[in-house]
Every structure is written in structure tokens, then in C-alpha cells.
């Protein structure tokens, strides 16, 4: 006789049904693509971080272009902006906020249940970090094209910008989520913006190095930003150069050991057995 | 001889100053329902997160599914199911989409995924909310649907810490009965924490009480109720407790009497017998009686009887 309904699914055999360990990149992919997911769902975290670089790179545009290019001290300020505008969309957007959501409303403590490694937790976020700021690089190269803004180095050269880019936020957002980790405290967070304002502002965002002058000079030499925007600068204005690509690239990498290496420090102090 | 599922020996966590939880011994039976009774401040939701390695013992040893807790901790919680006191779950998913991750990071392929959801649907039994954002669930749906996250894998352990908490009585009285099926049909061992007496006199094999971080009292809630005599006679009274007490010790056939604010709580030997004396008694001792009830013991009785304090009490 066949059995319907619930008493059917009562009655199904479970011994084939088993736990069994995952690899590391099934765990990154799980928690990835829950984060990913999550992404559409929040459009309060993601409008912002695309209005914002959208509106420096206006504004920036708007009030020196001409002053720029009329001193001679950049050829085509929009190109020059543009890198800007990529470093603006791609630093501090990050899933830490809802990390610390977790966090609080016992979620993370779900997942520390699970078998699932403890290093994919922070990696995954990474990993949907990555594919949020990809998103948001889209559309503000698509307006630098739109403005006239053209890459000396071709359609290599934005992906390059775009890899760049990416990276940078990356190795940036390990600073919040070690915040997020560390004080499991949405206030601390998003008080996390103020690391960005040196980082951002205190190097040769608005003007070429050589127009900076006395303690503005000295810090933006010491400014890892300084060295990515001179990077991401030369495959816009000049063309391939590897002195500014090799410079851009250890500028986040020193970036990125700090920040990781205390996210890491971060996360086992939360999940480690006390 | 078959291995205990769960097992610990003189485990004890310590904060600071706080000894939380001190030497206590459990072993817990393959295929048992094992209730843990306790008030808030016990130690019974430490005990419970240092067995499902949330928290390190700082005394003592533990082994789950047998497995050290904190040599361990992997291979233990391969094996466990937890549904902690509140649901732990994430508003921004959808029921469907929590239960498949949980399948995930448990390493079940994808069509064992698919079968355990068609199976814990008749669980969970939120219809087309599965779909829907879990920040739209009720109160109940989401306890249902935390409990079905603990079973996606098939756990060979599982925790239930206060499953039933805020859940309307049909909804309780469902997730009794799943807990009674998955332990009958599956031999699951279930380790149940619940304040509801009535929960662990329904569903426990055994019962363990702590207080003060020691297990005060185990065995079947039978046993324990046998502790406390045949019968129990309750008298709410007013006036001169401590005379009252006194002059209910000399009537033949009470066995003891603990007084408890204004109730006096009487174990007699035959409380059908017995009642009408102590009803005299209390009258010439001139306290006045509000009421007068006979009945079999309870499980709260036997809390009282190893704590000093009914077990509602000591939660508020």
C-alpha cells in the first residue's frame, strides 16, 4: 500500500543522512553565498556606497577641473578623478555591519555549532565583499566612460583597475571586520569610517603630488593610498607602467597584512574555546 | 557494554570568582531523553554550552557521541543537533534558504538536502512562510523552524534548551510529540533543558536537577517522585507559620512539612488518611487556612524538596 501525505514523510528512512566533514572551499562558498544573498536585501547598506563616490567625483570635477587643467597640473582632471571615485566606491563596503547582527542575535553562535572551519566565516564575508564592490566599480567606470573619461591601456587595463579596486577594498575592510569581530558592536563599526578619512583625504586625492606642499606632502608619501591612486592613475593617463602597478600592488598588500593579520587575530579570539 | 552518549565527570566551569558549574557527573544513555531542570543561575545552560563546545570546561572532562568536548570538538559537533534557548536564526533568509545552508555546512549533498526539508516541512509546518523572510515569522514559527535547523544533519545528540518556551500549547504539545517520534523512531538521545516540569515529567526518561552548580537529585521522574512520599498535602495559610509547622510534625502519618511563604507543603504517607488531621491541626493551632489541596506528587515537589524553592521562584 502507498502512504500519502504527512504519515508518507513520517515513516521515510534517515541512516543514509550523515554529517560528514567539508572542504575549506565548501565551507567559503557556503557562507559566501549566504552573504551574497544578502546583498539585494539591504539596499540601505548599498545605495550610499554608490551615491557617494558618484558625488565626490562630481563635485571634485565640478569645482577644479579648470583650475587643474589651466595650471597644468593634471591634462584631464575626470581621468584623474576616476580612481578616486573607485577608492571611494571600494573602501568600507563590507558585510561587517551584518556580521555584528550575527553576532548579537546569536546567528554566529548557530554557525560555531556547525563543523564549518572558522577562517571560511571571515573569508566568505570577504568573498561577498568582493562581488558587492566589483558591483559597485561597474557603474562608476561606466559614468567615467560616459563623461569621456578613456583607459590609455585598453580593456585590460580596466580589469586590471578593476582588480586593483577590488583588492584595496579587501584588504581595507579587514580593518572593520577585526572592529566587528573584536567588539561585536554596531556603533564601533560604523565609527569605523573614520579610519578612512586619513587614508582617503590625506593623499593626493584632489591634486598630483607635486602641488602638495609641507605636512600634506609628508603624510601622503607615507599613504598607501597615494601609491594605489598612482597605480590605478597610470592605466587611465599614461599607459602601462609597471613602477606604479608593482607600488600600487605592495601599498595593498602592506594594507592588507595589518588588517588581516588583525582581523585573524579577531576572529580566533571570538571563536576559540574559553 | 554500549557507551554512554553523553558523558562528563566532575565538569566544573569557572568565571572569574563565579564557580558556575562544580563537578558535575552525567551519563546519559544511547537513545535517552535526559531532562535538565534548573533555575536561572544553576548552571544549566553552562553545562549545556561547554557539552555542545560553546565553552570550555575549566575542570573535569566531557565526552558527546564519544568524543572529548575539548580534545574534540569537530568530530562532537558532527554529531549534535543544538536548539539553543532563543531561536538563533537570521531575518534576512528565508526558512528555506536557513535550513539548506545548515544542510551545507553539515556536509550533505544536495538531494539529502532536498529530503530533509520535505521531511521537517511536516515539523516545521509554516506552509509557504518556508519562502518568506524569517524576520516575518512569529514567535512560534521561528522556535519551529530553529528546531528544524538542529535536524537537517540527523544528529546522533541533541540539545533542546527550553524548546517549547513561548510557544502557544498546540505548538507544544507538537513539538512534544516530534521529540517522542525522533527519539522512538530514530533513537535519538535528546538532553533537554526546560523549566516546565511538566515537559520533563511528559517526555524524560530521566531527570537531572541542578542548583548552585551540582546536580542536587537524578533519576526517572517516578523515582523522584517517590522521594517525596505517597502524597502531598498543600495548606495556604495565614498567622503564625512557625506554629503551624510545629503542631503539623506531631499528625500520625505526615512525614515532613516544608513551609514555603505562606504554604505549607506536607508529604503524608496516606494523604487521604491524613488530610482530615491536619486540617484539625492547623485549626487548633489557630492559623486560618485559605485552602486545603491532596494530590499526587509532582515533579515540583521534588524541586522544592532538593532546592528549597519551586522552580517558577527561582527563574523570577
Excluded at chain 2, 265 to 289: E, F, K, Q, S, Y
Aim: aromatic share 6%; charged share 20%; with cysteine.
Amino acid at each position: 500500500m502507498t502512504e500519502t501525505g504527512s504519515e508518507a514523510v513520517k515513516v521515510m528512512p534517515h541512516d543514509a543522512i550523515v554529517a560528514r566533514p567539508t572542504s575549506t572551499f565548501h565551507d567559503i562558498a557556503s557562507v559566501a553565498g549566504r552573504a551574497v544573498r544578502a546583498i539585494p536585501r539591504e539596499p540601505e547598506a548599498v545605495i550610499p556606497a554608490l551615491l557617494v563616490p558618484v558625488f565626490f567625483f562630481v563635485v571634485n570635477t565640478g569645482a577644479l577641473q579648470k583650475f587643474t587643467e589651466r595650471s597644468h597640473l593634471v591634462t584631464d582632471f575626470k581621468a584623474f578623478q576616476l580612481p578616486v571615485a573607485i577608492v571611494f566606491a571600494s573602501t568600507g563596503v563590507s558585510r561587517a555591519s551584518a556580521l555584528v547582527t550575527d553576532i548579537q542575535g546569536g546567528y554566529f553562535e548557530r554557525l560555531l555549532l556547525t563543523p564549518v572551519r572558522r577562517l571560511p566565516l571571515l573569508l566568505g564575508l570577504l568573498v561577498a565583499d568582493l562581488v558587492l564592490i566589483v558591483a559597485l566599480t561597474i557603474p562608476v567606470i561606466l559614468l567615467g566612460l560616459a563623461l569621456g573619461v578613456r583607459f590609455k591601456t585598453g580593456p585590460v587595463g580596466v580589469l586590471v583597475f578593476m582588480v586593483l579596486a577590488g583588492t584595496w577594498g579587501l584588504c581595507f575592510n579587514g580593518f572593520t571586520y577585526a572592529i566587528a569581530l573584536k567588539t561585536g558592536n554596531p556603533a564601533a563599526v560604523n565609527s569605523a569610517f573614520v579610519i578612512f578619512f586619513p587614508f582617503a583625504f590625506l593623499t593626493t586625492a584632489f591634486l598630483p603630488k607635486q602641488a602638495l606642499t609641507g605636512w600634506l606632502a609628508a603624510v601622503a608619501t607615507w599613504n598607501p593610498v597615494t601609491y594605489l591612486l598612482a597605480g590605478l592613475r597610470s592605466l587611465v593617463l599614461t599607459g602601462w607602467d609597471g613602477r606604479a602597478l608593482l607600488e600600487a600592488g605592495a601599498a595593498i598588500a602592506a594594507v592588507g597584512v595589518v588588517s588581516l593579520s588583525l582581523s585573524i587575530a579577531a576572529l580566533k579570539s571570538r571563536v576559540t574555546l574559553r | 557494554m554500549t557507551a554512554a552518549s553523553i558523558e562528563a565527570h566532575d565538569l566544573a566551569r569557572r568565571f572569574g570568582d563565579t564557580e558556575a558549574v562544580c563537578g558535575v557527573h552525567l551519563e546519559i544513555r544511547p537513545g535517552e531523553i535526559y531532562g535538565f531542570l534548573g533555575p536561572n543561575g544553576a548552571g544549566k545552560s553552562t553545562t549545556v554550552r561547554m557539552l555542545c563546545t560553546l565553552l570550555a570546561p575549566t575542570g573535569g572532562e566531557a565526552t558527546v557521541a564519544g568524543f572529548d568536548v575539548r580534545r574534540d570538538p569537530g568530530a562532537v559537533r558532527l554529531r549534535i543537533g543544538v536548539a539553543l534557548q532563543d531561536a538563533a536564526l537570521d531575518d534576512k533568509q528565508t526558512g528555506r534558504e536557513l535550513l539548506r545552508l545548515q544542510g551545507r555546512l553539515f556536509g550533505l549533498p544536495r538531494a539529502d538536502i532536498d529530503r530533509r526539508l520535505e521531511e521537517l516541512s511536516a515539523l516545521i509546518d509554516i506552509g509557504d512562510a518556508l519562502d518568506r523572510r524569517i524576520g516575518t515569522y512569529s514567535g512560534g514559527m521561528k522556535r519551529r523552524l530553529d528546531l528544524a535547523a538542529a535536524l537537517v544533519h540527523n544528529p546522533v545528540v541533541l540539545f533542546l534548551d527550553e524548546p517549547t518556551t513561548g510557544l502557544d500549547p498546540v505548538s507544544r504539545t507538537r513539538v512534544w510529540s516530534e521529540v517522542r517520534r525522533l527519539n522512538t523512531e530514530l533513537g535519538m538521545t535528546i538532553f533537554l533543558t526546560t523549566q516546565y516540569l511538566e515537559e520533563a515529567d511528559e517526555l524524560a526518561d530521566r531527570v537531572g536537577i541542578i542548583d548552585r552548580g551540582t546536580i542536587v537529585a537524578e533519576g526517572t521522574p517516578t523515582e523522584l517522585k517517590r522521594r517525596i512520599g505517597a502524597d502531598v498535602i498543600i495548606a495556604e495559610i495565614t498567622g503564625d507559620h512557625s506554629v503551624a509547622e510545629a503542631a503539623l510534625r506531631g499528625v500520625d502519618g505526615v512525614e515532613n512539612v516544608v513551609l514555603h511563604g505562606d504554604e505549607l507543603t506536607i508529604r503524608a504517607t496516606r494523604g487521604d488518611a491524613a488530610i482530615g488531621p491536619v486540617a484539625i491541626a492547623l485549626h487548633d493551632c489557630g492559623v486560618g487556612v485559605r485552602a486545603l489541596t491532596l494530590r499526587t506528587p509532582t515533579l515540583d515537589d521534588v524541586f522544592l524538596e532538593v532546592t528549597g524553592g519551586h522552580i517558577r521562584e527561582a527563574e523570577s
